[in-house]
């Protein structure tokens, strides 16, 4: 099975080198625990690979975004201007006039306001941050069924995903998010118990075809990104 890069090594390490191939993949944690880095990472090292990429982008604009990145060291603003990666701010794409069958992936037929947007049909890499936006107000079986079509669609196009969903969010749908996506990662913040500080924990709980290890992985935010506790990455 071939695989791609998360970008950040050490988590490569754990899943025996990176996400597979045409996979989707969620992302869910709380504030402040990192999921757009995660997705910088991801995006970035992509990009650097030579792939093309897309981001649909539900809360945050796309220069925030790119702000982001250069904060951890990671420059995405060329890629965009090289159109290898393709930033779109999916809230803003409310057209009903388009027929491309990837404009339709987050809706459906009785939806008054479909929500729609253009992805580039030669990408490879895409991440959606974040699908919890369009779990408000929906009925559990709704959102199941167009969460269940948009992985669809992304395998279908052999595109290699991250899906990133806020925890609010996925614990409210009881977690069904897990069951449509090929790997779950949960970034979280919790007491260490030995120090009785605040500190981020990333947590493998899923990903097929993949020999995994279930420990709880302590990582930093740093001026450089992700970057795992020594003490803990190679185990």
Same mark, same amino acid.
């Given at each position: 099975? &071939?695989? *791609?890069?998360?970008?950040?090594?050490? *988590?490569? /390490?754990?899943?025996?080198?990176?996400?597979? !191939?045409?996979?989707?993949?969620?992302?869910?944690?709380?504030? $402040?625990?990192?999921?757009?880095? @995660?997705?910088? %990472?991801?995006?970035? +090292?992509?990009?650097?690979?030579?792939?093309?990429?897309?981001?649909?982008?539900?809360?945050?604009?796309?220069?925030?975004?790119?702000? %982001?990145?250069?904060?951890?060291?990671?420059?995405?603003?060329? @890629?965009?201007?090289?159109?290898?990666?393709?930033?779109?701010?999916?809230?803003?794409? /409310?057209?009903?006039? =388009?027929?491309?069958?990837?404009?339709?992936?987050?809706? &459906?037929?009785?939806?008054?306001?479909?929500?729609?947007?253009?992805?580039? !049909?030669?990408?490879?890499?895409?991440?959606?941050?974040?699908?919890?936006? @369009?779990?408000?107000?929906?009925?559990?079986?709704? @959102?199941?069924?167009?969460?269940?079509? =948009?992985?669809?669609?992304?395998? !279908?196009?052999?595109?290699?995903?991250?899906?990133?969903?806020?925890?609010?969010?996925?614990? =409210?749908?009881?977690?069904?998010?897990?069951?449509?996506?090929?790997?779950?990662?949960?970034?979280?913040?919790?007491? &260490?118990?030995?120090? $009785?500080?605040?500190?981020?924990?990333?947590?493998?709980?899923?990903?097929?075809?993949?020999? =995994?290890?279930?420990?709880?992985?302590?990582? +930093?935010?740093?001026?450089? $990104?992700?970057?795992?506790?020594?003490? /803990?990455? &190679?185990?």
């Amino acid at each position: 099975m &071939n695989r *791609i890069s998360s970008g950040i090594p050490e *988590i490569d /390490r754990k899943i025996q080198g990176g996400f597979p !191939e045409g996979e989707s993949i969620l992302i869910t944690g709380e504030p $402040g625990t990192g999921k757009t880095i @995660f997705a910088i %990472h991801f995006l970035y +090292n992509a990009c650097k690979e030579g792939k093309k990429c897309a981001m649909l982008a539900t809360e945050e604009t796309p220069e925030k975004i790119i702000k %982001h990145g250069k904060s951890i060291g990671l420059d995405i603003e060329s @890629f965009v201007e090289s159109k290898q990666l393709t930033m779109i701010r999916i809230l803003e794409k /409310r057209i009903s006039s =388009l027929e491309d069958k990837y404009s339709t992936i987050i809706t &459906n037929e009785n939806d008054p306001q479909k929500i729609k947007y253009i992805v580039p !049909e030669d990408i490879e890499i895409i991440v959606f941050d974040n699908i919890g936006t @369009f779990s408000i107000g929906e009925e559990l079986r709704e @959102f199941r069924d167009k969460l269940e079509t =948009l992985a669809y669609v992304f395998a !279908e196009a052999k595109w290699t995903a991250l899906i990133i969903m806020d925890a609010t969010a996925h614990e =409210l749908t009881h977690r069904i998010a897990e069951y449509s996506t090929y790997g779950t990662i949960r970034l979280m913040i919790k007491e &260490n118990p030995y120090t $009785g500080k605040m500190e981020r924990y990333i947590y493998i709980s899923k990903m097929r075809d993949t020999e =995994l290890s279930l420990d709880i992985i302590n990582y +930093n935010i740093t001026k450089e $990104g992700i970057k795992l506790s020594s003490a /803990r990455a &190679n185990r």
